[in-house]
């Protein structure tokens, strides 16, 4: 799977990188260097982000699935029960 970014985030990416190394680094990197850097980290990293993400959401959605029985289950054969229930009020 490849991790696509429109060219507006992909700008904002490069931008975003060129800012870090002009802050916290002692060279300066180009809007070149800044989107092959990009292109590597999204190749290279993009994938095990993505994965934990996913496996992330498996979890939720197996937890949430797990309840499920308990919160959409509704007893059997209580029409007498409630009907008991609205007589004695």
Same mark, same amino acid.
């Given at each position: 799977?490849?991790? +696509?970014?429109?060219?507006? @985030?992909? +700008? @904002?990416?490069?931008?975003?990188? *060129?800012?870090?190394?002009?802050?916290?680094?002692?060279? +300066?990197?180009? *809007? !070149?260097?800044?989107?092959?850097?990009?292109?590597?980290?999204?190749? @290279?990293?993009?994938?095990?982000?993505?994965?934990?993400?996913?496996? @992330?959401?498996?979890?939720?959605? *197996?937890?949430?699935?797990?309840?499920?029985?308990? +919160?959409? %289950? !509704?007893?059997?054969?209580? %029409?007498?029960?409630?009907?008991?229930?609205?007589?004695?009020?």
């Amino acid at each position: 799977m490849n991790i +696509e970014l429109s060219k507006q @985030e992909r +700008e @904002e990416a490069i931008a975003s990188v *060129q800012r870090y190394f002009r802050e916290n680094m002692p060279e +300066e990197i180009g *809007q !070149l260097g800044a989107g092959l850097l990009l292109s590597y980290f999204l190749e @290279e990293i993009g994938p095990l982000v993505f994965n934990r993400a996913v496996e @992330e959401a498996q979890q939720r959605l *197996q937890l949430r699935l797990g309840d499920l029985g308990s +919160e959409l %289950y !509704l007893a059997p054969m209580q %029409y007498w029960t409630q009907a008991n229930r609205k007589r004695s009020r």
